[in-house]
């Protein structure tokens, strides 16, 4: 039986992660952050009481700002394959909290690489690596386009990104960035844009919701479907050869467009229900990110099957499902969520067609 470790386990990603490596009969050992709310909500369906039952999915309590305890996890659990995907992952939030950002989603992963180098591990390593590090370079980007990243999320991860190579040619590790565009599912974090969009397409049909605010809507992005994407992670680490590969569709939807997919599946005209929210808005903006994965398609036998307008009806369809089962939401609930908007200013109006 082989042992995976998955850091993020409790997120989209890891979710779907774990779903695949224990039907693929895998032990999975997952790392979690103590808190004193569950986190665990995506992952509850995995997990069996280890009292009553012999489970495969285990669960530790571990952070990566925590060197010493990563090398104890490593030490206990002597995993085959270490699939790295905790991150502070929103883009936007990097730009409040950057000195955070670049300490858990930077030098994490460089904590997670040393830990292995140290304890000499023998097992093979993923890092999660995203398209925003390509930043302002013109699309269509592979694995040869340059980085440009645009904001300390981007940063942080073309920083791992190289600690990753760089611990493969040192060091002999079997180590792999996976450069993943957009992906999305109905398990995408609510503050997200596209599970933002999806759930108020939902709520508003339902009456539950009036308005959605949103920054950018020219933004142009390359969205898949999740699931597939941790297909992806892990046939690069069943490869022979170590290496670098971008995960995409190879097709991109501005936010206008994808909120116009969304809003259709329910009927209803986006325009009369979004408004503009400078605060949505980054600092330096990522104009177009559009993936081309043939090294993929060539190496791995990987090919992305469900594009934006597809994920856009799925997702709006997940939402409408948990919504009509849920109970109303506190209204405190709901603030936390998404703020209401700051007070009018002229350049903030009702988001128009053009």
Excluded at 49 to 72: F, K, M, N, V
Excluded at 166 to 171: G, I, T, V, W
Aim: proline share 6%; net charge neutral.
């Amino acid at each position: 039986m082989r042992r995976a470790l998955i850091t993020g386990i409790t997120g989209q990603d890891g979710s779907y992660l774990a779903e695949l490596l224990l039907a693929k009969g895998y032990e999975v050992h997952g790392v979690v952050r103590r808190a004193s709310t569950f986190t665990t909500t995506r992952i509850d369906h995995l997990y069996e009481d280890p009292r009553e039952s012999l489970t495969r999915l285990i669960l530790h309590y571990g952070d990566l700002t925590d060197s010493s305890r990563i090398a104890g996890l490593l030490l206990e659990i002597a995993p085959d394959e270490v699939y790295h995907l905790a991150a502070q992952s929103h883009v936007r939030v990097s730009f409040n909290e950057p000195l955070h950002t670049a300490n858990v989603t930077g030098l994490g992963t460089a904590r997670i690489l040393e830990a292995i180098r140290m304890v000499g591990l023998p097992c093979r390593f993923y890092q999660a690596s995203s398209s925003e590090m390509f930043g302002a370079t013109p699309p269509p980007q592979d694995e040869s386009s340059p980085f440009h990243p645009r904001s300390p999320y981007a940063a942080a991860k073309t920083f791992g990104y190289w600690m990753t190579r760089n611990y493969r040619e040192a060091y002999g590790i079997f180590a792999v960035n996976g450069i993943l565009f957009n992906h999305e599912s109905p398990r995408r974090g609510e503050t997200f844009l596209t599970r933002k969009v999806s759930r108020a397409a939902a709520r508003i049909s339902l009456g539950l919701q009036k308005r959605l605010y949103l920054g950018n809507l020219d933004a142009v992005r390359d969205w898949g479907y999740a699931p597939e994407y941790v297909e992806a992670m892990w046939l690069m680490l069943q490869a022979q050869e170590p290496a670098d590969y971008v995960v995409a569709t190879g097709t991109a939807l501005t936010v206008r467009e994808f909120l116009a997919h969304c809003f259709e599946h329910v009927g209803l005209d986006w325009a009369e229900h979004v408004e503009f929210d400078q605060r949505h808005l980054r600092p330096t903006e990522v104009d177009s990110l559009i993936g081309d994965a043939g090294k993929a398609e060539r190496e791995l036998g990987w090919k992305a099957r469900v594009h934006g307008a597809a994920l856009a009806r799925l997702m709006v369809e997940a939402d409408l499902a948990a919504e009509r089962a849920a109970p109303p939401p506190s209204r405190l609930h709901e603030l936390l969520r998404d703020p209401a908007p700051a007070p009018r200013q002229a350049e903030s109006s009702r988001v128009r067609r053009a």
